[in-house]
């Protein structure tokens, strides 16, 4: 017997969008996530990774990425892959028989976050309402990360589009309620700033 | 007359073809869009706006900027009524509703001012000298009276419905003011091409170059800085934020901007926040925020009428409004001498300009001069005449011997004051920035050698302008320029070829000082000489303390309540200061200044709670059948910042009855949990197995894949901290579930080892806590409803025992089951990945009808665990408590050389036989059921009070047993079963229970093991 992958739902599933906003605030559907924790100097790590997914490993606060499937720096030996939800188990199990002689963990983690899309522009100044961080496009643009707070939920964003400005931000299953609320109440008509 | 006196032209910021209508008290008015409420009521005629905090004296404007002390107002209605504003902050919009403050019944008929007449018993110190005795006088009649005359407006009685947020903006240099000294400290910056953000607490840029007269690089002053107003704001890395005030600096350079987004404009209210803080951090900030004027101390001058000399020309240059027909004109400087000529010049008389000085050679006096006004050098105001408005003044020759020389009485129904200029130091000293006393122009200006630093040392915070203490015009746009030079280098950027514009402005004399003005009569009479205007602080009020032994500037402060109202003393510190050096014979840097503190002027708490209010003010964790839960009667209570339903109510149970009806269900059928909160934390490595010895006390590495095991958790002290069930899912591999509210503290606490203590173990963590929807199903019938899902799990007896888990499938859904149980049922724990957990929970709710399935809550889930006598962390445990003390020896290895807490477990006190240990607890009246806490005793201490012996930890009725229950923590506790022990409740009542074995029901596990 197998599963039912139409029986999965993300978080906000029943979320509603408020009309009036000036940056389009999408909740993205389920997404593959593959934690994985290993020497990410090691030349066995980057081959597992160009190998499973045909991703480079990613650079401090920066993401790498191959079509859909990104590799997102979290930590200094940490790494997140987004692919494709229903193939997040298979290549969990790809990446750590590519990875099986070395010390590493690789876990399938696609249920515990939810992606959000900020898209158009001032996309950056509704991050900025929360996080603590240079968002300026100087200092801040495609290929960029953090994780930080934002307002008072643990995230990370990254920027994955310039036109239309585009960033995608993610928190904990059990935040996102609240935090799409939060977002939205933030991407409101008239309350950018244009500080940008 | 509508606006009687505004001049017939001229007004920078008003647009004459925008007439607005306002209210004050009622009354309808007539001003201009750029009006202030306070231009607008002097274009009016209106002075007289408000009774003061003491003496209920009758008060005007005294200033036209944040500095003002008076000239407060309650504006707004309903939800956005907000007391205390100063109403020349307050920009004039239609329909604008105001109301004076601190008076009852009316501002003309005040009942209050009869303090006034009282004011010879109101001395410094009044609260401190009155009410020590009689003592009870304190709680009758003094409280009830102070607390009647705290505060000054009144509070809102509508909640706030604006929204606020936060910004957080990082830039290489933040310029605060935007006068000629910040915009060309922004603009030399920005030239070079650093990322500059220019914040100006105003609604308009150029400061006092919009008002007074100059010449810079050949053009008018006013020409001049607007040209420079519209180069930076063409500037794609410059931001400029007016109506937003540099309100606080931190280390750092970590700056609260605070921003009055649409207070001004009604229309912009919804779409936006109303207020908005910016949290900026700068590589480096300048602080330009001018200088603000000083008052004069002279008896009576806070009568209406009564205004700073740089003010009145403020509200004739920008708004076109005349402070009067006739102006009296103290000073003891010659800028004063602008507004004398300013008014002139807009048709208003100026019978008297009185100078403290002795003479001046300066332009300005001698324009003033050739314009037939009449000066007097060495005299000065000695009084003002009039309560409501100024009627006129008494001229005084101002003698060396200090005794008035009454000259003669002038009429007039103005007077404009200044003593010279404070710069504004506020942010440069919020963080430490230190000042020295400038003897010639009489201010203490900062010292660029003590600035607040940076990590690396360099300034922090600079001062530019007039807040560093340069007053004329070539100085300011020099020292600007330099600011933004200095700032630009700093931070790594060219500034080639910034060279300072050359300025030209009326040469000036020297200040004098003239910190007091003799008058003749007594104080009793009303001959006060204020210093502080908002808390009626007077210069008497200052030496008496001085005379009283107050020595420190700091301890005068607190006992005269100078400079601590809503202004914080921006008009008064100073002159203060200068008394109090005066009585002390010290000159003034000895005595020195109080601490400024930020944040500047007050600032809204919804800018500070910015979008965490109402439904955001908290965060609230939701489990993915928490919306289920939610629909079918979730009772919630909060477990860390997860909601978990204490009880899941049917119509018209009560908590009670709802909690018995799910433990019996549970027991006698079948129940089932949402669990999902439970921590669950992945520990991977080759060192997995001997890090979790470590870790644990029980021995985890033995554990066979495929199997659970109950683990103990202790910190370095030997103290239980958390408990759960461990999985092997390889051999390399484990799955660590935690407390609910342990989940994070735990996952840090293993990374804190592996990172800092034991690095040579290979072992990776991932806390996956959310990756999982846990759902246990408990009861006789938990294995014919599970079974009845479409699955390919064997849940047999044999093919999943007690303590062992297996992976597969059930309704569709990848599940893990684990054949575990805290409630003593045959149970099952079934994890699924999250986003499967409400279908999976919906499955089980609809296969487990036929057998009455019941969901559960938290509550049940207590009392199920504690009939089994089941520890629960943070009701056995108190950070205190070994799992010795619980009866845990069992789960303490004796084989392991080390785990965390193994040595600390063996000390003395820990194996103590006379410790608290846990016991089981029941009444001797099956239906009274202790307090949680209640405390055992025993005998008497020498000092003839009981004894305690311990205390409840879990106390319940259980509804299975139809009794009450306990577990307590009693001293050498399992050596006294059937012991009876006394339980003092308070008052008469005291309750008995034996000591027993604490586990209730089913002791031989029969019912988990089927």
Known sequence: MTMNVLLAQTALADAETPADLAVEVIAEPLRGMITLRADLTAASTGAALGSVFGLETPTVRRFTENGDVRALWMAPDEVMIHCEYQQAGAKTAELSEALSTEHHLAVNVSDMRQVITLRGAGARQVLAKGAPVDLHPDSFGVGDLRRTLVGTVAAAFYQISDAPETFEVFCFRSYAPYFYEWLCASAKNGALPDAF | ?1010
């Open chain 2, 1 to 1010: 007359m509508a606006d009687a006196f505004r001049t017939a032209d001229g007004g920078a910021l008003i647009d004459r073809s925008r007439p607005v209508s306002f209210t004050l008290n009622g009354k309808t008015y007539r001003g201009y869009a750029g009006d202030t409420l306070a231009s607008a009521l002097i274009a009016n005629g209106v002075h007289f706006v408000g009774r003061s905090f003491k003496y209920h004296r009758p008060r005007g404007f005294v200033a036209s900027g944040v500095e003002e002390p008076n000239a407060l107002f309650g504006t707004g209605v309903g939800p956005r009524f907000e007391p205390n504003q100063r109403g020349t902050m307050v920009e004039l919009y239609e329909g604008l509703t105001a109301k004076t403050q601190n008076h009852f019944p009316s501002l003309e008929y005040d009942i209050g001012s009869v303090n006034a007449m009282m004011s010879r018993f109101f001395p410094a110190g009044f609260y401190y000298k009155t009410f020590i005795q009689p003592r009870v006088a304190w709680k009758h009649v003094f409280e009830p009276f102070i607390r009647q005359a705290a505060g000054l407006g009144k509070a809102p009685t509508e909640a706030d419905d604006a929204e606020y947020e936060h910004f957080h903006y990082m830039c290489d240099v933040l310029v605060s003011g935007g006068g000629v000294a910040g915009i060309l400290a922004a603009l030399t910056a920005a030239r070079a091409g650093a990322r500059v953000m220019l914040v100006e607490q105003n609604a308009w840029l150029g400061g006092r170059a919009i008002v007074d007269e100059g010449e810079v690089d050949g053009q008018p002053l006013g020409d001049w800085v607007r040209a420079r107003i519209a180069e930076l704001e063409a500037m794609p890395n410059v931001l400029i934020r007016t109506r937003t005030q540099a309100s606080c600096h931190e280390d750092h350079n970590y700056v609260l901007c605070y921003e009055r987004v649409s207070d001004h404009d009604p229309d912009l209210y919804g779409g936006g926040p109303r207020h908005r803080l910016w949290r900026v951090r700068a590589g480096r900030v300048i602080a330009a925020g001018g200088g603000i004027e000083r008052p004069i101390a002279f008896a009576k001058n806070d009568v209406p009428g009564v205004m700073l000399a740089a003010a009145m020309r403020d509200y004739l240059k920008l708004y076109a409004a005349k402070p009067g027909d006739r102006v009296v004109v103290y000073a003891n400087n010659d800028d004063a001498y602008r507004t004398a000529i300013d008014l002139r010049n807009a048709g208003v008389e100026v019978p008297a300009i009185l100078d403290a000085r002795e003479g001046s050679n300066g332009d300005l006096p001698q324009i003033a001069r050739e314009m037939g006004m009449r000066t007097m050098f060495g005299s000065g105001v000695s009084k003002t005449l009039g309560r409501k408005r100024v009627e006129g003044v008494e001229i005084t020759e101002l003698r060396p011997s200090g005794r008035p020389g009454a000259l003669e009485t002038v009429a007039c129904d103005a007077v404009a004051m200044s003593g010279g200029w404070n710069p504004v130091v506020h942010l440069y000293s919020h963080s430490g920035g230190k000042l020295s006393w400038d003897d010639d122009q009489l201010m203490f200006r900062p010292d660029p050698s003590r600035s607040p630093i940076r990590h690396d040392g360099a300034p922090a915070v600079v001062c530019a302008g007039t807040a560093s203490g340069h007053l004329a015009l070539s100085d300011v746009i020099t020292d600007g320029v330099k600011a933004g030079v200095e700032a630009a280098d700093a931070l790594g950027f060219e500034t080639s070829g910034a060279d300072a514009p050359a300025a030209k402005s009326a040469r000036e004399d020297g200040i004098s000082a003239i910190w007091f003005t003799p008058s003749s009569g007594k104080l009793s009479v009303g001959n006060k000489h204020f210093l502080d205007f908002q808390n009626d602080v007077t210069a008497a009020d200052v030496e008496l303390a001085a005379r009283e032994g107050y020595e420190s500037v700091e301890h005068t402060k607190r006992y005269t309540t100078l400079g601590m109202a809503t202004d914080q003393g921006k008009l008064s510190n100073i002159n203060g200061l200068a008394i109090l050096a005066d009585a002390l014979r010290k000159p003034i840097p000895a005595v020195g200044t109080t601490t400024f503190r930020p944040p500047y002027t007050p600032i809204s708490f919804g800018s500070i709670a910015g979008r965490e209010t109402r439904e955001l003010f908290k965060v609230v964790r939701k489990t993915p059948m928490h919306d289920w839960l939610a629909a079918h009667g979730a009772d919630w209570e909060p477990v860390g910042d997860w909601r978990r339903p204490y009880c899941i109510r049917k119509d018209g149970e009560d908590r009670h009855q709802a909690v018995e009806r799910e433990i019996l269900t549970a027991r006698e059928k079948v129940g089932m949990l949402d669990a999902s909160t439970l921590g669950k934390i992945i520990v991977k490595g080759p060192d997995a197995g001997a890090f979790l010895d470590l870790l644990y006390t029980n021995m985890i590495s033995t554990l066979k894949p495929g199997r659970c095991r109950y683990a103990l958790m202790c910190n370095d002290n030997g103290f239980l901290f958390d408990d759960g069930v461990v999985a092997r899912l390889d051999e390399q591999t484990f799955l660590c579930h935690t407390t609910s509210g342990g989940a994070d503290r735990v996952h840090a606490w293993m990374e804190e080892w592996i990172q800092t203590e034991w690095p040579h173990l290979k072992v990776f963590t991932a806390n996956v806590t959310e990756e999982y929807a846990q759902i246990a199903v408990a009861g006789p019938k938990a294995r014919v409803v599970l079974e009845s899902l479409e699955g390919d799990v064997d849940l047999s007896t044999d093919g999943l025992p007690f303590m062992s888990y297996v992976d597969g499938t059930l309704a569709g859904c990848p599940v893990r089951v684990y054949r575990i149980s805290f409630s003593g049922e045959l149970s099952y724990e079934i994890a699924t990945p999250a986003a499967f957990g409400l279908s999976l929970w919906k499955a089980i709710f609809e296969a487990g009808q036929p057998f009455g399935i019941t969901p559960y809550g938290t509550e049940a889930l207590h009392v199920m665990r504690a009939e089994k006598g089941f520890i629960m962390i943070g009701d056995e445990t108190d950070g205190t408590v070994t799992p010795h003390d619980l009866n845990l020896s069992w789960a303490v290895s004796k084989k392991k050389t080390d785990f965390i807490g193994k040595k600390a477990m063996e000390r003395p006190f820990l194996i103590d036989p006379d410790r608290k240990r846990l016991v089981g607890l029941l009444t001797e009246n099956p239906e009274d059921v202790l307090p949680d806490g209640a405390h055992a005793v025993e005998g008497e201490r020498p000092n003839g009070k009981a004894k305690m012996i311990g205390h409840v930890t879990s106390t319940y009725y259980s509804p299975t047993l139809k009794r009450s229950i306990a577990m307590a923590l009693i001293r050498r506790g399992p050596e006294r079963m059937g012991e009876t022990l006394t339980f003092p409740l308070g008052g008469d009542r005291t309750l008995r229970a034996k000591v027993v074995e604490p586990t209730f029901y089913d002791p031989e596990n029969a019912r988990q093991n089927v």
